[in-house]
């Protein structure tokens, strides 16, 4: 996720984000796209809608033009009536919501979520869905979720990729994966096995420490 969002610089391979290449023009690909980070970006201590305002700003639209957006932005989020508040006097569901305003206010083609619901109680989490739902159905923006939770994955995503020890082992709809096991749950496990990684891993570890 780091990577496709310029945070970190490959050191192998190539990728095309956004209709850019991810290695030779990284700032065509930061202009194109949103990116929520897992964990987030709003100020405890600013007014919220004053920092999203700058933040539309960075990305160059004249005052006007940037009070504009975030009018619009906080309307659609149902935040408008939050502009004033700090970040720090949100509940977890609203700063949630103000850091996919953050990702949205200057309209990208592509949004990055990096597990946007973790630490959510179920009314927010829920809430959270139907935005990001909206954002598919509605704009037509293509949505690039990660998540642990599988419930969101197939409730959510037309299609899927398990990663597991950095190796794309499985893709597909959730239909297509969840086949007849029942649940992307039950799915994953057969894909994936039962064992906790961090066991089989600190055996490992020991094991080389020992030798």
Same mark, same amino acid.
């Given at each position: 996720?780091?990577?496709?969002?310029?945070?970190?610089? +490959?050191?192998?391979?190539?990728?095309?984000?956004?209709?850019? *290449?991810?290695?030779? $023009?990284? %700032?065509?690909?930061?202009?194109?796209?949103?990116?929520?980070? !897992?964990?987030?970006?709003?100020? +405890? /201590?600013?007014?919220?809608?004053?920092?999203?305002?700058?933040?539309?700003?960075?990305?160059?639209?004249?005052?006007? !033009?940037?009070?504009?957006?975030? #009018?619009?932005?906080?309307?659609?989020?149902? /935040?408008?009536?939050?502009? *004033?508040?700090?970040?720090? #006097?949100?509940?977890? &569901? !609203?700063? %949630?919501?103000?850091?996919?305003?953050?990702?949205?206010?200057?309209? +990208?083609?592509?949004?990055?979520?990096?597990? +946007?619901?973790?630490?959510?109680?179920? !009314?927010?989490?829920?809430? /959270?869905?139907?935005?990001?739902? %909206?954002?598919?159905?509605? *704009?037509?923006?293509?949505?690039? /979720?990660?998540?642990?939770?599988?419930?969101?994955? $197939? #409730?959510?995503?037309?299609?899927?990729?398990?990663? *597991?020890?950095?190796?794309?082992?499985?893709?597909?709809?959730?239909?297509?994966?969840?086949?007849?096991?029942?649940?992307?749950? $039950? #799915?994953?496990?057969?894909?994936? &096995?039962?064992?906790?990684?961090?066991?089989?891993?600190?055996?490992?570890?020991?094991?080389?420490?020992?030798?």
């Amino acid at each position: 996720m780091r990577m496709l969002t310029t945070l970190l610089r +490959p050191t192998a391979g190539t990728a095309t984000v956004a209709g850019h *290449d991810l290695v030779t $023009d990284p %700032r065509g690909v930061r202009r194109r796209i949103g990116y929520v980070s !897992q964990g987030g970006g709003t100020s +405890p /201590l600013n007014p919220v809608g004053e920092e999203l305002e700058l933040h539309a700003r960075l990305y160059g639209m004249r005052p006007a !033009q940037a009070r504009e957006r975030v #009018a619009e932005t906080l309307e659609r989020l149902d /935040l408008t009536a939050l502009a *004033d508040r700090t970040g720090g #006097a949100l509940s977890g &569901g !609203q700063r %949630r919501r103000f850091d996919l305003a953050f990702g949205l206010v200057h309209r +990208p083609a592509l949004l990055f979520l990096d597990e +946007p619901t973790t630490g959510l109680d179920p !009314q927010s989490r829920a809430n /959270l869905w139907d935005h990001i739902r %909206r954002l598919r159905e509605e *704009d037509g923006l293509t949505v690039f /979720l990660s998540t642990h939770y599988l419930d969101e994955a $197939d #409730a959510l995503a037309d299609r899927l990729v398990i990663i *597991d020890h950095g190796e794309v082992v499985a893709e597909g709809t959730p239909a297509e994966l969840k086949g007849g096991t029942g649940t992307l749950d $039950d #799915a994953f496990l057969a894909i994936t &096995g039962r064992s906790l990684r961090e066991d089989a891993e600190a055996a490992a570890s020991g094991t080389r420490g020992a030798a």
